[in-house]
């Protein structure tokens, strides 16, 4: 009795959470005319006009491409950077590491909103504006810090005694960490990349505030200037939304069942 | 192959801890060393500063005469088994054997070959290509085992590697290892805390206390000399009796005396001055239970512990507070929880103590 | 050698994280005059015009307050509930547990931007639009599948035979909960509720979509709203960024050292 | 002070493992009653069926004659002390210990005595204001016994108080749960896995394996009367040698014939038809090292372990196959690895088991 009630209240809770994406989703194939009529839970027609409206009316496509590029290059080089950072971290031991990490920590909490109009500034000075290392870098700042934080965080769980077999076993320092110590943090580094894209991919305040013009626009800028002086295109906003959410939460989806069972399940004991 | 050496070697860690002071240790071609003693005492250490995943603070390490201590562990060629397993949890049992052959450069056949042998020595061959999640317990072992076995390093280090084990499973492994060390001769050090495994394991046993061997010398003797207090208490199972004495004259013939007893040495080489204070240790083996009027004390026995062929007896004696007389004896005296008895000390299986040093001061006792 | 030579990087690498927020406290005390001159390290002449203009010319008190309320509710909400969720589900035992989880988080990571339009026509449709809980709950949705999956992850590392022995030790369930989980969870508790706030403190496209009037705006907002149409006013931009700033980033500092001590030396062992 | 009874319980994980089938057990008021069993043989989840921390998938669990299978554990009254020691690491050793006596309202002044009390009792006075995170391992051990003690529950539950010490510190520690429990006399139930630890602490043991009891007896009865070979070879160290046996008639006399060896039954009563196939067991002190022509079988000498007062020697004995016979022989004794020995089965001290259900045969052997 108990155990059900739980699972129903976090069964609704699931349901009541996941209920505005699947509006999205059925709004996003239902026509403008009917899309401000009475709402239902069960849609009644299923149309392609704002997808098509989306990808033939407008270039929804150099957004899209422009994200990826932005979210791929930040990702590789946050789990890159970051996690030989974290790793260096997590295995020495040295004075102040507590700070230190506190520190890191810290910086990505600070409110982004702050930074902008220096970011802008440098930025500037740098000829970086309106470009991709224009974006890059900032996001950078603060996804780095979240990264080695977190892996170090992973690391530190990984066992030592299974880089000090590796080196008993005569592998030097280098291939200990990629033949022992890369495959056992897989979960750790796919869940900060995937954290990193994420937060790459939705940004909006930076990528409204660096770029300049429509060929550098992120799909989330480009989404939000789809707005006419006097009139909204709901529906093609909608359709836009679905396409930059389903591809990322599909991956998400399926990434997870790993990523759930890395980091939860200690399946690092030997 | 290969002989080991630590030569006053010191591992003070950043903390401030010492956990390795001034240790000297040499380790024969071919033995089986047992560094012995309680958690704290610095034993895993000593191994991991052999292996060379700790540099010592001063000091050196060398094997076979040559001076490792500043080359890393992967160029050193010892193996280790240690305590956790450490088995690579994402490779297969074949693979977690076959990494070290493959990290030096071995090709593929031979690679096959001497995972093959060596896991149908261990009758390892049906679980090759499971992962360790996949293993119990003792199957992890003998494939930690094999591990370092596969390789034919210089010598084997062991950090507890029954410690995890059940009982039942514990003994018949410990067995395995004293065969292997036997058909393989190899130098190897093996850490552990269990007496009763450093005395049937060990070629020589080192009895480490506080970072410093108390007494490196062969199992029996040990047990049968050891070399202070510390050793006296920490090797035998039921531990050593041992009582704070006075030697003194007592009529003709000299006694050792305590408030509760008085042990007789006529007819004893003891070399120690009248009036001296002592450590007394008796083994509870070595100590009898008599008819009244003929021993040294008599107490209640306040516990009775079967241990099965034998009887562990602990008798409440006054004038030694709260410490216990233990007593070894058959397991079909019918002696009960309250009786009163009387004991006698084998006056040839006396172990005595300087009372300040703690450290042996006669040399009888031959058994 | 390596060592030293690693703490250096990581030194380097801090300091260039933190330069911009630097940059961005020394420019909000310089004249406006002097913003873009030079620029220079060390500052020669501070000054408060800035701030003066900030509380005395506009009335930055009330979204500072609209964002002390958002964020602390959603919060608290969040917390609350949300460990009451993460608490069942660490310690119930049901199938599909795993996906559960897995789709607890991939909600928290659906990209904002998506599910801006449908959630902007359903709180219209509560008439929750310029409301508190108008922004709260959406906030809500995003926060609390976060937080469920950190709590979780957390409540899970507590060993059970804690409980236990306040079971066997007489206590019921709620005391046990009471006396010796909840004081134990602290670490994970503050984290969550730090990273919660700091989401809804800086939030800035919900803010923007369903606040209508300056009595509503949060601080993001407000900031952004700044910008005239001839002018920025950069010098009070960069002043209220720092006051929106400075407090959180000093709470996350002092709190910083107890989460990091709490969540990666798994102090918990008895 | 509490009768304890387990009526029928099973436990079924939702996982679908069976961890206990079918078990009775009644556990007499002020007995102390060890569950011994290897690991996986379900002697915790009992421990925990009675705590209430586990609920039976059927069956009924009874305290005092009174049904609380369904009664949360809080209302149980009973008091457990955890392998890990669970102590409550926020709060110092005087409010752990305090705890248990604030749940219950008693009043401040009466907690306040009764903590100062156990506290001096268990020589932690000391320690009243640490956390436990400052306390060493014996330290915490200590702890975690009087956060039990203070409440002076119906019954202890221990499980596996001792597998986390030292093993130094495991045999004093032993010594004053001994006495502990005759101080208090109240109903304790123990879970361990070594044998020893059962055989001294137990007033009667009871033997797992795979979720259901084998033997429940007094500790030396179930020592000296194993009933199945699974008993027989878990009880008892150095473990029993356990061979298959045909019982044949051989010119007048009857034999147990195996091909290692034959021993010539007669003047003992054995209930086994001839040609039966047995499996017939010896411990290890009931063999005896003979010269040659006396004995009852042969073997060449593979291991010799040293223990102390005894050695124990694992002889290779041709159509064994891996299997050694164990034989205990005095320290002094000169045997040594690659001698070849003649050894003597004492017929009275013989184990006989059927071979096809392993349960005890006959019941001769006395002592």
Redesign the interface.
Known sequence: MR?RG??L??AL??VA??F??Y??VI?SFTPDSRL?AS?SLVPRALVLDHYRALFGGRDFWTPVRNSLVVAGATTVLSVGLGGI?AY??AR????GK??????????S???????????Y??LR?LRLLNTYPGLVLPYL?FA??LTIWLL??FF?QL?P??E?????????RL?TLW??VL??SWPGLATSA??TF?YS??E??FALSFTLGPERYT??VA?TLFRGQYQVP?GQ??AA??V??VP??AI??VA??R???G??SG???? | MAAIALKRVSKVY?TGQTAVRDLTLEIVNGELLVLLGPSGSGKSTVLRLI???ETPTSGQVLIDGRDVTLV????R????V?Q???????KSVRENLA??LR??GVDAARVDARVRETATALDIEALLERR??QLSGGQ?QRVALG?AIV?EPKAFLFDEPLSNLDPTLRAGTRTELALLHRRLATTMVYVTHDQEEAMTLGTRVAVMRAGAIEQVAPALEVFRRPANTFVARFIGSPAMNLWACTCARVGDGRHLVSPAFSIDLTGIDVAVPDGAGVYVGVRPHDIDIVPNGEGNGAGGVEIVEPLGPVTVVHLRVGGLGDDFVRVVVPADSRIEVGDRVTFRVRPDRLHVFDARTGQRVIDQHGR
Chains 1, 3 share one sequence.
């Open positions: 155990a739980w699972a209240v976090t809770l699931v959470i996941l505005p994406l509006w999205a709004a401000f709402p950072c260096a971290l020495l031991r040295f004075r507590a700070p230190v990490l506190a520190f890191v920590l810290a910086v909490m600070f409110p982004q909103m702050s930074i902008v109009s220096p970011l500034l440098l000075e700042t780095m810090p170090v965080g530190r066992p005694e299974l000090e077999a590796g080196l008993m076993d005569g592998a030097g291939r033949e022992i495959p056992l995937i954290l994420l991919w939705n909006f305040l799909v989330p989404i709901w906003i909608l939304a679905v930059a959410t990322v939460a998400v989806l997870e069942r990523i759930v069972a980091l939860t399946a690092v004991k030997g | 950043p292996a060379g995943l890393p562990p992967p160029r060629d010892l193996a280790m240690f956790s397993y450490a088995l690579y949890p994402h990494f070290g990290v030096r360790p999640a992890r591990r390789r």
